[in-house]
């Protein structure tokens, strides 16, 4: 968000409209009078870039053996009468257990005669030999040994917390911008749909200067969205307007742009040439102001500032938004120093945008949550001059440079 200051050019000189009161908290909006009126008007801006993602919330039972049934049944004997070989047979053959289904072989061959030497005379003799034949022993196979190398398990880098991400980022050493060779829109804000010409080709040369700083800091640039309002505005992030307050909500990626003030001081004092250049660098440094907070979102310091916020007391809590604020205005003023030629930031024009960063800061706003206004020229004119997002590291900056 951004206080465009004291609402006119350096004192002793033509004067725009005075101050309307202190600019509204983000919140609810009021349940009283008139409706907010935003103009989203033709053309649409540019396009939206993709979706970013950094703000970003563990057997059957073996079977049976059955038993066989054996059945012996006695063989009778008739008297001293010797059964033959053959009758045996049969016999077994008949009666024998029942899982033998192939009949038992019949020997047809004499009986061999044994002399009364235990050795056999006969070469035929089916008794099986006293000596074991021998075996031949197989060498047993020598196992191979495969070596299974473990897999390693990789483990995710541990995520770096809020702090790092905001002291250390590596958007402070993404070196010099280069110019772009921005030109300032030649629309004037006579009217709203003008006054957004103006701001959309502000954001068209921010959309070409910011994305090698970005990626070379590890983030995804998109393209935010632009709405124009006079009035009141509401967001997802809150409500807010009037008094020349903009306003950039990370939830839709959108930068709120208050044109109503803008239009009625150019309409009031425009025939002057140095109110005209103020009006002209208010709009030009609100608009890179805003983008700004979109690269703190893109680069992750948005989200990790606001939980640093979040869990922080009151008054380091305020410290921590002024820090944010500080910030989003250095990088602003990066931008418009890479392309203060083209823009033609010089002369008056110059003079215009120094005497604006030191009138401007929490003295015109309710509470001290953006930075003083003997602050912010301590910010603003070293960006303007490095052109380098490292003169812009406010959160490692000590209390009293973030007052």
């Known amino acids: 968000m951004s206080y465009q200051g004291p609402y006119g050019p350096p004192p002793g000189q033509q004067q725009g409209p005075p101050p309307q009161g202190p600019p ?141 991400i905001v002291t250390k980022n590596r958007i402070y050493k993404t070196g010099v911008m280069r110019t772009v060779n921005c030109r300032e829109p030649a629309s004037r804000p006579t009217s709203l749909p003008n006054a957004r010409k103006y701001y959309a080709g502000v954001l068209t040369c921010l959309l070409r200067a910011w994305p090698r700083q970005v990626t070379a800091a590890g983030g995804r640039f998109t393209a935010p969205t632009l709405l124009v309002f006079t009035g009141y505005a509401e967001s997802p992030c809150g409500g807010g307007g009037g008094n020349g307050i903009s306003f950039y909500c990370s939830t839709n990626k959108t930068i709120y742009m208050d044109a109503g003030t803008d239009v009625q001081f150019w309409r ?13 660098m208010t709009m030009a440094d609100t608009v890179a102001h805003e983008f700004g907070h979109h690269v703190q979102y893109m680069t992750g310091i948005l989200t990790a500032q606001l939980n640093l916020q979040y869990q922080s007391s009151q008054t380091k809590a305020l410290e921590i938004s002024r820090r944010k604020e500080l910030q989003a205005s250095c990088f602003g003023n990066v931008f418009l120093g890479a392309n203060k030629s ?62």
């Open 268 to 280: 009031q004092n425009s025939n002057i040439s140095y109110q005209n250049h103020w009006k002209r």
């Open 24 to 164: 509204p908290q983000y919140g609810p909006p009021p349940q009283y009078g008139p409706p907010p009126q935003q103009y989203w008007g033709p053309p649409q801006g540019p396009p939206q870039g993709p979706g970013f993602g950094f703000g970003s919330n563990g057997y059957p039972p073996p079977k049976k053996k059955g038993k066989a049934a054996f059945i012996v049944i006695p063989i009778a004997l008739l008297g001293l009468a010797v059964v033959g070989l053959l009758t045996v047979s049969t016999i077994l053959k008949h009666n024998g257990d029942d899982e033998y289904t192939q009949p038992e072989p019949t020997y047809t061959e004499p009986a061999p005669t044994y002399t009364t030497s235990a050795v056999p005379t006969s070469s035929t003799s089916t008794t099986a030999p006293t000596v074991p034949a021998t075996r031949t022993t197989q060498p047993k196979p020598v196992p191979t040994r495969t070596t299974t190398r473990p897999t390693p398990t990789k483990t995710a880098a541990p995520q770096p917390s809020d702090n790092t």
């Open 342 to 403: 083209s823009f033609g930031i010089t002369g008056d024009m110059k003079y215009q945008l120094d005497y604006l960063h030191s009138h401007q800061g929490d003295e015109y706003g309710t509470q001290p949550d953006h930075g003083s206004r003997e602050v912010l020229p301590l910010w603003t004119t070293p960006a303007f001059k490095s052109r380098n997002p490292a003169s812009c590291n406010t959160f490692t900056a000590p209390a009293k440079l973030v007052r």
